[in-house]
């Protein structure tokens, strides 16, 4: 019995570390067993406002090859037409319905669960959440609202919120302060039922091409740190949006291939969807940490960048 | 053998349930047992800026039973001098070397540990920290001079730290903000071996006598979540700060008796350090909360409010 165990434990330990670098054989064969790629956009598409070199080709090499896009991302700033606006500033072509933003999977998480159009919602974050809560039929407070607003306690203020807000959703915010902190805090703490729903929990992310910034887990830490919940998350790595890619694209998940740069948001989402996974070195992930012992997320394959796809298997 | 677990398990879960009001016979013994009494500052001396009533008579009666008085806060937005200066203005006399802020140990951690003084130390958080960061010698950044701080990501800006800051001081920070986030996250990523320090994590405070707003808890949460490393805590729970109790008053712990309003700092603090603990619930802790099964945490008495020591005891 000891045995067996030993023996299947080494086998997990070799099937977890079997991660390949894209070459034209293994590429090729990659291309023939999946209908759609599912790209994440941050460190894959582009970093920042500059697009990443070749993109825009290796697209449009996959839709030649009658492969369906999907572009998931974590990022909650934007709503799907200001991200089908940002692809099309950067020269690329998309259809707002091949967009699921984290602001998105926010929205439609509240649509599944029947939430009460008579209820608020309470949003630290920026206007993709808003735009997508509007367009589902969800009156929200604060966002970018309350992007100025102080607190003044030498005042000896009463702090006071909307009883009728029965969520509050956190993602990016780069203008969080103190009065949102409170605001999300009392509604979870005091509103009966209060809904506590993250985005998505990634520690930073390339808001610029430069360099990396706090992402939505910071922001979403703050909340847990004072109303001591943990939340819903409705982003990557959770699968709640793979439910309306299925539905909408009617592709099984294992002829489905997840391409992203995080290996505990993308590959950790492929992976639990049953998809199979490419990871590019382009962004958050290096190879270093991507061989570090420590590192249990191993995806199917790796290469450096998305355009490696046209290259290999390109005319 | 089987046995003897069962009823070691039972003696510790009656142990650990056996609180007792406060009366007048407990107290006596509770006061003759005592040298020292260490106090919470917010919820059991005042709320906000207005005194619980009947502080300064219970105070005053203490101390002419020969008691040492010491006050313990985990808020770290005052130094000691402010709060000397705080207790002044409520009408109560307090010397400078009878108060023990999370401001102070952050100081005197970074002291005990032989910090470079020719280090920096980032600052989230408020003048409290600073001012005992300078007396002790150290160079700070950050703190009050961030609060104004904004960040324009569309102008892609690249985000300069100094690479000298040695240790990142978080506490609670009403001007909380991205800029500083970013800032701590820096450091603390980059910056070789750099430390972070928390004053403390209460969840959250009374920053007003009308209610609660999120305390450093949330403020170390969010750098928590975007640098995924945990700090090292120099206030309550901790008993970093006893030490220096210790070696100040030359108190046996089992002869001192901590009155706090918090289960999970003050009266976990007090039991840490072998202390006699009072729970009064003037602050945080309500009664229901003390009796929940879920809770723990036992103070070895429970009373209304710190006057309630004078009203049984004195003359």
């Known amino acids: 019995m000891k045995d067996k165990n030993k023996s299947e434990k080494k086998e997990q330990e070799m099937g977890s570390s079997s991660t390949e670098v894209l070459n034209g054989e293994n590429g090729a064969s990659l291309l023939n067993s999946v209908d759609a790629f599912l790209f994440d956009c941050d ?12 993109v825009s080709e290796t697209l449009q090499f996959l839709r030649s090859q009658g492969k369906a896009l999907v572009f998931v991302t974590n990022n909650s700033t934007k709503s ?30 509240l649509k599944s669960i029947q939430f009460s159009p008579d209820k608020k919602v309470y949003v630290i974050g920026g206007e993709g959440i808003v735009e997508e809560l509007h367009l589902a039929g969800f009156t929200s407070l604060g966002g970018p609202d309350d992007a100025n607003k102080k607190i003044e306690l030498k005042q000896n203020p009463f702090f006071h919120h909307d009883k009728t807000v029965g969520a509050v959703v956190v993602g990016l915010d780069q203008y969080i302060n103190f009065y949102k902190l409170q605001y999300a805090t009392l509604c ?124 290999l298997l390109g005319p």
Not at 43 to 50: A, L, M, P, R
Not at 208 to 231: F, I, R, S
């Open 43 to 54: 460190g894959v598409i582009w970093k920042g406002d500059k697009l990443i070199d070749g």
């Open 80 to 109: 799907r037409a200001q991200y089908a606006s940002k692809f099309l500033s950067l020269g690329i072509s998309v259809s707002q319905d091949e967009i699921f933003s984290s602001s998105f999977a926010a929205a439609m998480y």
């Open 188 to 311: 979870i703490r005091e509103n009966p039922g209060c809904l506590f729903i993250a985005t998505n929990r990634d520690a930073v992310g390339h808001m610029t091409d430069l360099q990396e910034w706090p992402g939505a887990g910071c922001m979403v830490a703050a909340v847990c740190g004072t109303t001591q919940k943990e939340p819903v998350v409705v982003g990557k790595p959770s699968t709640f949006m793979m439910d309306f890619l299925l539905k909408k694209f009617n592709v099984d998940t294992s002829r489905m291939c997840m391409v992203g740069d995080r290996l505990d948001t993308d590959i950790l989402f492929g992976q639990s969807a049953g998809c199979k996974t490419l990871l590019v070195l382009s962004g958050v992930t290096s190879l270093p940490a991507l061989q570090d012992s420590a590192n249990n997320i191993v995806p199917d394959y790796y290469t450096d960048k998305v355009s490696d796809l046209l290259q």
